[in-house]
């Protein structure tokens, strides 16, 4: 019978790491009787365990759709499957869009407000479910909005600031998806300043809202207590720019370049605890605003983006405890503010 060891987790993911070690712990403190002990020392045990109990709650798909492309405005969705290492082609859009917002919640994928052919700035939405492999009209928000922040609470979907009739908003709105409704404005406390292309984080309870434009970059950062129905400001980000891409590991915010006059490089990280800035040693790879970042297993992966004026269909992978950069294969289309989740 084969026994792991930690060596033979090489490559696996942090989940699968932590179950071994759970077992290996428990060979050693309990003796080779125990369950975890058990499971860990069993090759074919584990690896049934692994597919049913482990494989349902681990992270394996992005889904990336539309945005600005080669020919302008996309209604193509792509999904990369991280178990195969492939990009496949999913149904597309009811009609192409960019600068929306996206959120997975249930089984399903969010696309929420933006910018449409039809009609300008759109209060439009629509949802895609997974298992149906299907879209779908939902109701509209209460008004249109491009650059929207999106985040996810529970199942609700609370949709912040954005580009509205030529004006920067602070409306807050929230659809509930147990209920497919939306609640009015002014329900949800607005956010202190208006802005749009800003960055967004959640951590808990708590949203972050980093940067954005109004009348030029911000540096603004806020924070959505939604138990509380209250914002409070916090420390400001160092360099001042919108249209960066945002991921949570821990209790830390990564923030990777967007436009400051220019695109930028850099890689600004917020400790929550602390309400601190500090300016990574780590850069990207080119300066780039418009681009997504989506955290698997610890490592930060960044998609696509706007560099020297042309769309990327690059995607790479930063590990944050190292700064190494590592490429996987690229997007079939390059795109810029388009959306990006994992799930």
């Known amino acids: 019978m084969k026994i792991f060891t930690l060596t033979d987790t090489i490559g696996w993911s942090l989940r699968r790491k932590a179950l071994v070690a759970l077992g290996l712990a428990g060979l050693t403190r309990t003796g080779g009787e125990s369950p975890a002990s ?13 597919e049913i109990a482990v494989k349902p709650y681990t992270t394996d798909t992005i889904f990336v759709c539309s945005g600005w492309g080669k020919s302008g405005k996309l209604s193509s969705v792509a999904t990369y499957a991280i178990s195969t290492n492939e990009w496949h082609d999913a149904p597309d859009l009811p009609k192409p869009r960019c600068d929306h917002g996206i959120a997975f919640v249930d089984g399903r994928v969010f696309v929420i407000g933006g910018w449409t052919p ?13 298992s149906r492999n299907k879209w779908e009209v939902i109701p509209p928000m209460s008004i249109a909005r491009s650059y929207p922040g999106v985040a996810v609470v529970g199942d609700r979907i609370f949709v912040m600031g954005g580009w509205h009739k030529q004006i920067r908003t602070c409306i807050v709105e929230v659809y509930k998806v147990s209920g497919n409704t939306w609640t009015a404005p002014g329900v949800v406390a607005p956010m202190p300043t208006p802005r749009f292309e800003f960055g967004v984080a959640v951590i808990g309870n708590r949203i972050f809202t980093i940067g954005g434009f109004n009348d030029g970059a911000l540096s603004t950062v806020a924070v959505h207590d939604t138990e509380t129905n209250t914002w409070t400001k916090l420390s400001p980000m160092p ?13 830390q915010i990564w923030c990777f370049g967007g436009y400051s006059r220019k695109n930028v490089d850099v890689i600004e990280v917020f400790d929550v605890d602390k309400n601190e800035w500090t300016t990574s040693k780590f850069k990207m790879t080119s300066p780039r605003n418009g681009a997504k970042a989506v955290v698997i297993d610890g490592m930060i992966w960044i998609v ?11 995607v790479e992978i930063l590990d944050p405890e190292t700064g190494t950069w590592t490429n996987a294969p690229s997007m079939h289309s390059p795109r810029y503010n388009h959306a990006a989740i994992a799930f």
């Open 304 to 314: 696509g983006g706007e560099s020297g004026g042309k769309a990327l269909d690059l």
């Open 239 to 251: 360099t001042a720019c919108y249209g960066m891409a945002v991921a949570v590991i821990g209790h």
């Open 118 to 130: 039809d009609d300008g700035t759109t209060d439009t939405c629509v949802t895609f479910s997974i």
């Open 38 to 50: 058990l499971l860990a020392g069993d090759h074919w045990l584990f690896l049934m365990f692994d």
